[in-house]
């Protein structure tokens, strides 16, 4: 059987133009590189560094002796003791009334043997606070921290110390002139690295826990919430966003054992599989770096953006990625939406739900950072998961990042496309049934406004066409009651110019989006099989939940209770030019599913369409709650051409 993945769930790339935008990363607005972030996010949730009065980072800023100083003294915790050095004048250039007066003279004073000074003055006295501080200063500030001396390093300065900063992991991932300025990115790094370097004698300079995965981020209460379920009370509450859903330690508290300073990422982890909500919004073109803490370090998975197969090298800046650990895939995103800010549960600077375009969104841990930025009654653009699920937040000043199309049916019901599937959203538009366009919204109410299509005439399934114009890798069929479809879900092999509602085409001019009038012909059903033996003869009728169709086949290795796919002569039924039993796959376990719209069983992955038919066996009823058939208990799963066309849940 041909392999089709997503083939309707996840088969859209809407390419529309877009104003180029940086995507911060983290509590900072100007960190966009996600390593920095997460190194920036560890140093900000010690109280090591801070953000300037605009609430910027400034990563590609050097770093000057005395910012290095007070960030040094409180990696080691000893910020409280700053207040019984303030006001001495140890150094001539550094007054009592010196903003970093306490942390300098601090830093150069031993405290008995276990604390010697990590920083000394020069020559002449001074000590030069506002002097760049070079990178064999930071590299020998750091080694004292953990513990070396002058004495372990050789006595050649700084190249021993930068030597012995290489030997014990201080400077991994670095390199410089020994005497050349460091950014503030760059210090960063040193930082962590000290976290986890040797220290002299062995083990680390901070307690750390055993490895886990930081699940989520509880602001209100100041607690992380670990993947086993445990939560530890956090000294310096607050956001959360770029460590959640990675693999690392809790650092804990050298006075309050029991709390956590910290979370450390793994610097390198493989197959410990991912968690499922989480998220990393690209940064660069075609880059996959964040993505390790998604997929726990394994590096074989495929990737899949807006539902369409590609290389790692199609991934784009502001991409939206999730991982699918039963797939084995990375799942892109690109899909933003400009909408109004309703409401947020349980409050604005921890959002767990975000109300938006009348719709009720999950916000990931990994959004509410970004999203503690804004509050209710602001525009903003909201960037989706695959699944719909809220992983960012930008500024919807001018909604040019904006990209949202949305499909409305005959009855005005608003459906978004969201990375190659349908998202049913609570609210309603007049005059543009039947159509598809770009929605935003704003104070007063959603807008979809009639994106312009030019393909007409006859689809043509095996060309790949419609009338003349190539259909795109990742069409999109709707129906004109809003349900999504394939082309692999049609069962003929050519739909006549007047089932065709609107098309919509990229920005390539192939058809992306088709909205049909119906995607099987009224002579086709899937449904339940149900057999009656009279002394008129053998029936057999096909229940398909809205109704039943019957006839007279000569096929006998079909009974009651079997789904199947059959095709008729006429409306009338009666004569079976088809019937074919779908094959079944029994007891699929719910770690299977992937969200609602995928399935893997046996090493293949199966479409699940929007308007598959679901059967409960033990009260005899059709439902149509997909998230009911997910968790009932035992599923049996009913599958035609990579097409799960059946589901029969029971006890």
Request: proline share 3%.
């Amino acid at each position: 059987m041909k392999k089709r993945f997503f083939a309707a769930v996840l088969a859209l790339a809407l390419t529309l133009s877009l104003t180029p935008a940086a995507f911060a990363l983290g509590g900072f607005a100007d960190v966009t590189n996600t390593a920095v972030a997460q190194n920036v996010e560890v140093l900000r949730l010690m109280g090591v560094i801070g953000g300037d009065e605009n609430g910027s980072f400034r990563p590609n800023s050097n770093l000057t002796r005395a910012e290095f100083c007070k960030m040094a003294i409180e990696l080691q915790g000893r910020g409280d003791q700053i207040v019984r050095y303030r006001s001495r004048t140890v150094f001539p250039d550094v007054r009592a009334a010196h903003w970093a007066a306490g942390y300098i003279n601090l830093a150069t004073t031993a405290s008995g043997e276990n604390m010697p000074a990590v920083m000394h003055g020069n020559p002449d006295g001074n000590f030069a606070p506002d002097r760049n501080i070079t990178y064999g200063e930071a590299v020998t500030v750091l080694a004292r921290a953990l513990g070396y001396t002058d004495k372990d390093s050789g006595g050649v300065w700084p190249q021993g110390y930068i030597a012995l900063g290489a030997a014990c992991g201080l400077t991994k991932g670095l390199s410089n002139d020994p005497n050349g300025a460091i950014t503030r990115a760059q210090a960063a790094q040193l930082f962590v690295n000290a976290l986890r370097a040797d220290k002299s004698g062995g083990g680390t300079l901070m307690t750390m826990g055993k490895e886990t995965t930081l699940l989520s981020v509880d602001i209100a209460k100041g607690t992380l919430r670990l993947v086993d379920g445990t939560t530890v009370e956090m000294v310096h509450p607050g956001a959360v966003s770029t460590l959640t859903g990675l693999r690392g330690r809790v650092v804990y508290d050298a006075k309050e054992t029991a709390k956590a300073l910290t979370f450390l990422p793994t610097v390198s982890t493989a197959g410990t599989g991912a968690i499922a909500n989480a998220a990393v919004i690209l940064t660069e073109n075609g880059s996959v770096a964040g993505v390790e803490g998604l997929t726990g370090g394994a590096t074989n998975y495929s990737v899949y953006r807006n539902g369409v197969r590609l290389s790692r090298a199609a991934l784009k800046r502001g991409d939206v990625v999730t991982y699918s650990a039963s797939a084995n895939a990375l799942l892109a995103c690109d899909t933003r939406v400009l909408a109004y800010y309703e409401e947020a549960t349980p409050s604005p600077a921890a959002p767990v739900t975000v109300k938006a375009l009348g719709t009720t969104f999950n916000v990931l841990p990994t959004a509410q950072q970004s999203l503690s930025l804004f509050k209710p009654g602001q525009q903003l653009v909201l960037q989706l998961t695959a699944d719909g699920q809220i992983a960012g937040a930008l500024s919807g000043e001018n909604g040019s990042q904006s990209n949202a199309l949305a499909y409305v049916d005959v009855g005005g019901k608003v459906s978004m496309i969201c990375g190659g599937s349908l998202l049913a959203l609570d609210c309603t538009v007049s005059g543009v049934s039947g159509q598809v366009g770009r929605i935003t919204q704003d104070r007063s109410k959603v807008y979809v406004t009639v994106q312009s299509g030019g393909a007409r005439g006859i689809l043509d399934v095996p060309a790949r066409k419609l009338g003349n114009t190539s259909l795109a890798d990742n069409v999109m069929l709707i129906d004109e009651n809003g349900r999504q479809t394939a082309l692999g879900e049609l069962t003929t092999q050519t739909v006549p110019a007047d089932q065709i509602r609107y098309a919509h085409t990229d920005s390539a001019g192939r058809v992306d989006v088709i909205v049909m009038g119906s995607t099987l012909s009224k002579f086709e059903f899937f449904g339940r099989v149900i057999v009656d033996n009279t002394a008129d003869g053998r029936t057999v009728a096909i229940d398909y939940g809205s109704g039943k169709t019957e006839g007279y086949p000569s096929y006998q290795d079909i009974a009651t209770g079997d789904f199947a796919y059959m095709r008729v002569a006429n409306a009338e039924g009666k004569v079976i030019e088809s019937l074919e039993k779908l094959t079944k796959y029994s007891n699929v376990p719910t770690s299977a599913w992937i969200g609602d719209t995928a399935v893997t069983v046996s090493g293949s992955t199966f479409t699940i369409p929007s308007n598959v038919l679901i059967y409960n066996k033990d009260s005899g009823t059709w439902i149509s709650d997909i998230e009911t058939a997910r968790s009932y208990g035992r599923a049996d799963l009913y599958v035609r051409d990579a097409v799960v066309r059946a589901i029969e849940i029971s006890s």
